[in-house]
């Protein structure tokens, strides 16, 4: 039985912060909202249900860990998972519809309380600094996976075991067949390739989520669309992506970094995003470089890149940096690639 270590039980994106800063508004909406890509008008609520959001902008529930019931399982590696208690019901029935397929999967993770998440992010800040922290944790109160109701699956292949996420990933075939199943018990794919911009998290194939109501799930995947759209908090209208020309960096390198700026836009409330775009290789001189390492003593970076966004803000803003009903034209989005091959923000604005 395979032990796994505490820093490989928070390795899912959707349970960390998708390793940027986050300066623009993260607290709660509190009001409900339509638009014309609804199907449904959500409405806040203090209480537990099976269509709550929880998102970057959206908060748990007050009353959700005191209504929430819940059973506890232990997986194929001998970890402890805790899920909602209809959610898991409804997570067997698909585990013995996917086996009918020769298909065998468990689940990876499930809830993790506030506490919980609070007591990671407190020994995070006392090891690393509250600075990296905050880059490396999901803040408390903000992650699906406080609702019990988020399943990260793992497959297991031939007997083996594949739990982590650059080997799952490569299942596509696998994950497709799991995905059109989901709808039938009541469950989505949460967060969608190209949608980091409403949902906050990169492509994860693993992460479905329990809604109880299998007609709804079936239009949100038959429509390709995101819980959040389903339910009137985002739009789902398609961003203008301009890679350009580089001689410096492949397309898969700039959209690695574009998935990153939009995953930080995702905590903007409300605001529409229209159209992001390389600023070209002439943004990459020296004398950039020499700015962006000035700004953090800690990291000697080597390669930087630049972006620029339009995007719209809601005609009443929550974000007090931003104006209300305004058109904001090429603002400016600074990277530079860490030691994982990853890009880091490193800076934005005007
Ligand atoms: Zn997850």
Redesign the pocket.
């Known amino acids: 039985m395979k032990k796994r270590s505490f820093i490989s039980i928070i390795i ?1 994106m ?2 960390m912060a998708t390793l940027i800063l986050t300066s623009c508004g993260e607290k709660a909406d509190t009001e409900s909202k339509s638009s014309k890509n609804t199907t449904a008008t959500y409405v806040e609520s203090d209480d537990f249900s099976y269509m709550a959001l929880v998102n970057k902008t959206h908060k748990l529930p007050k009353n959700w860990e005191k209504q929430l019931k819940t059973v506890k399982m232990t997986n194929s590696v001998g970890d402890e998972v805790e899920t909602e208690k209809k959610a898991y019901d409804a997570y067997q029935k698909l585990k013995a519809a996917l086996k009918k397929e020769k298909i065998y999967v468990d689940l990876d ?1 499930a809830r993790r309380s506030v506490k919980e998440q609070q007591r990671i992010m407190d020994d995070f800040t006392k090891q690393y600094g509250a600075d990296y922290a905050a880059k490396t944790v999901a803040k408390p109160g903000y992650s ?2 406080h609702t019990g109701l ?1 399943l ?1 699956l793992y497959l297991i292949v031939d007997g083996k075991d594949i739990v982590e996420n650059e080997d799952m990933i490569k299942f596509t075939e696998i994950w497709a067949k799991i995905h059109k199943l989901l709808p039938k018990y009541g469950f989505i794919l949460r967060y969608l390739e190209g949608k980091e911009h409403i949902t906050g998290y990169g492509y ?1 194939p ?2 479905i989520r329990y809604i109880d109501d299998a007609k709804a799930a079936k239009e949100i995947t038959d429509k390709g669309i995101t819980f959040e759209s389903y339910l009137g908090t985002a739009s789902e209208d398609p961003v203008k992506i301009d890679y350009g020309k580089s001689k410096l960096y492949t397309k898969k390198q700039l959209e690695a970094a574009v998935i990153q700026i939009k995953c930080k836009f995702a905590f903007w409330h409300e605001c529409k995003l229209e159209n992001i775009r390389y600023a070209g290789d002439k943004a990459v001189t020296e004398k950039n470089l020499k700015w962006i390492n000035s700004l953090d003593k800690n990291n000697k970076y080597k390669k930087i890149c630049e972006f620029l966004m339009d995007f719209h803000t809601p005609e009443k803003s929550k974000d007090d940096a931003l104006e209300s009903d305004h058109e904001y034209k090429d603002y400016q989005w600074w990277l530079a690639q860490n030691e994982e091959g990853g890009w880091d923000i490193v800076s934005q604005g005007y």
């Open positions: 899912c959707c349970l993770s699906e996976h988020a990260d994860e693993w992460h």
